[in-house]
């Protein structure tokens, strides 16, 4: 049976999930992130993410879930009961379903991707919005897309809010963080084409042949791409904008892309 339910908002537990929910500097030196939400934990348990520790708020949380709980973990994290007051207090989300996890995020390097033979990428540089990486990685899982890479990224890859925007797709897919240089000298070495979006290119994204290895390389909506990532790619494309402005939201661009890529390929990647 769990302890006594949390009460108090100054318990140390909960006084560490906000330290965790607040600063990246505490994620990366404790080596864990928050997951809110039975449908991302199950998610990520299912993707083999280790699941240190549960809180539960019994008044919130359904009680078929509470019960699959018990058995989802082997072996079973610890687990705590937090008072309604107190688990409102360290949800980020609004109508919580009164789960939520520590858990250690997975550490990948490129040198860990897997590849297929006829790999697909998404690259994405100086990604910010949490909500942003959220989607792609959402677009990402939904066109099995093999690897997305973040390239000098200015939010952590396991950002409480990445989990939440990407309904637990950080997990799903090989996610990996890197510095552009590194990352061109990579996709050379793989054999690995890259095309640069950009409003300044000239090809239509839609005369592309993205049938071989592919990675598809996005800038920031702000400033687009660096002039390295310009001068590095093998070819620059661009999205036909028949409107006033010149760019989409990056996600949007990149399922636009992404999706032409896989009916490219087949219908499935």
């Known amino acids: 049976m769990p302890p006594d339910p949390i009460t108090s908002p100054q318990n140390p537990r909960i006084k560490n999930l906000l330290r965790l ?3 990246p500097a505490e994620r ?15 998610i990520a348990q299912q993707a083999g993410v280790e699941v240190t520790t549960l809180f539960v708020c019994p008044e919130l949380a359904e009680p078929e879930r509470q019960r699959e709980l018990e058995t989802l973990f082997a072996p079973r994290p610890e687990y705590f009961t937090v008072s309604k007051a107190v688990f409102e207090k360290v949800a980020y989300r609004e109508g919580s379903d009164g789960i939520l996890a520590l858990a250690r995020p997975p550490r990948r390097a490129l040198s860990d991707l ?30 099995r897309v093999d690897v997305v890479i973040v390239c000098d990224p200015r939010t952590d890859l396991y950002n409480p809010n990445v989990i939440r925007a990407s309904i637990g797709c950080v997990f799903t897919n090989q996610v990996v963080a890197a510095p552009t240089a590194e990352v061109v000298a990579w996709l050379r070495q793989h054999g690995i084409r890259s095309y640069a979006t950009t409003p300044a290119a000239t090809e239509l994204y839609t005369n592309m042949d993205f049938s071989g ?3 598809i390389v996005m800038g920031t909506e702000a400033t687009g791409l660096s002039d390295e990532w ?5 070819a620059q ?3 036909p904008m028949a409107g006033y402005i ?3 939201n990056v996600s949007t661009c990149t399922a636009i892309m ?5 009916r490219q390929r087949g219908g499935q990647n």
């Open 21 to 23: 929910q607040q600063k």
């Open 28 to 42: 990366r030196q404790q080596n864990l992130t928050i997951i809110e939400g039975y449908r991302e934990l199950t």
């Open 230 to 234: 310009l001068a590095a790619a093998d």
């Open 258 to 262: 992404t999706f032409e890529a896989v």
């Open 114 to 143: 897997k590849l297929p033979p006829s790999p697909l990428l998404i690259i994405l540089e100086a990604v910010e919005k949490p909500g942003n990486l959220g989607a792609v990685l959402r677009t990402a899982d939904a066109a």
């Open 237 to 239: 494309i661009k999205i």
């Open 213 to 215: 290895p592919s990675a």
């Open 246 to 248: 010149d760019s989409l």
